[in-house]
T-cell receptor, first 117, second 113 residues
Framework: GAVVSQHPSRVICKSGTSVKIECRSL??????MFWYRQFPKQSLMLMAT?????????EQGVEKDKFLINHASLTLSTLTVTSAHPEDSSFYIC?????????????FGPGTRLTVT | GNSVTQMEGPVTLSEEAFLTINCTYT??????LFWYVQYPGEGLQLLLK?????DKGSNKGFEATYRKETTSFHLEKGSVQVSDSAVYFC????????????FGGGTRVLVKP
């Protein structure tokens, strides 16, 4: 089946530092990956759509200079939280969609718990 | 725009009880419908899906039927187990909208032995 991994699974960083989260599709190529943020006991909020070889498309209200997304290959997308602050603490989830998919199904990574102290 | 509304939880059940989670949607275009499940501490997993009207998705004893006339995709399971305790998300995607997933708010289900 389609497997998506994320690394790290948990990270604690100090306020003002930057953190990079990796999302990999392990057994398929993904021209499109998505980054979500999930607050405790809430639904997923789409942050941006990452397209291989082009700039990410950010959802309204998401700061693109703060949440840098790079999709350098068909199996890897990275999210960098720059100058992190405690309010950036959250559960970040990525997903990937195979290029052959026509129905919108996405395969999700296990998530990364970011804590900013 | 596209939106998904599902019943708020938490839903607390005893083992072997019948589970229903209601989900309704609005969509511009013809959506595909999904149920995703999130077990504690994990990411989302696809539970089942349906891509056209009257299709029934099923998996692990769960079922949901795509009802275009009522714009609904209710999730059901006849006999739940403790291991079904999780958060369930109803979602839709529309090809014309780039196939982004639009999620409902999630329903937390707790099954007690």
């Amino acid at each position: 089946g389609a497997v998506v991994s994320q690394h790290p699974s948990r990270v604690i960083c100090k306020s003002g530092t930057s953190v990079k989260i990796e999302c990999r599709s392990l057994d398929f190529q993904a021209t499109t990956m998505f980054w979500y943020r999930q607050f405790p006991k809430q639904s997923l909020m789409l942050m941006a759509t990452s397209n291989e070889g082009s700039k990410a498309t950010y959802e309204q209200g998401v700061e693109k200079d703060k949440f840098l997304i790079n999709h350098a290959s068909l199996t890897l997308s990275t999210l960098t939280v720059t100058s992190a602050h405690p309010e950036d603490s959250s559960f970040y989830i990525c997903s990937a969609r195979p290029p052959s998919d026509r129905e919108g199904e996405q395969y999700f990574g296990p998530g990364t718990r970011l804590t900013v102290t | 725009g596209n939106s998904v509304t599902q019943m708020e939880g938490p839903v607390t059940l005893s083992e072997e009880a019948f589970l229903t989670i209601n989900c309704t949607y609005t969509a511009t275009g013809y959506p595909s419908l999904f149920w995703y499940v999130q077990y504690p501490g994990e990411g989302l997993q696809l539970l089942l899906k349906a891509t056209k009207a009257d299709d029934k998705g099923s998996n692990k004893g769960f079922e949901a039927t795509y009802r275009k006339e009522t714009t609904s995709f209710h999730l059901e399971k006849g006999s739940v187990q403790v291991s079904d305790s999780a958060v369930y998300f109803c979602a839709l995607s529309v090809r014309a909208a780039g196939n982004k997933l639009t999620f409902g708010g999630g329903t937390r289900v707790l099954v007690k032995p």
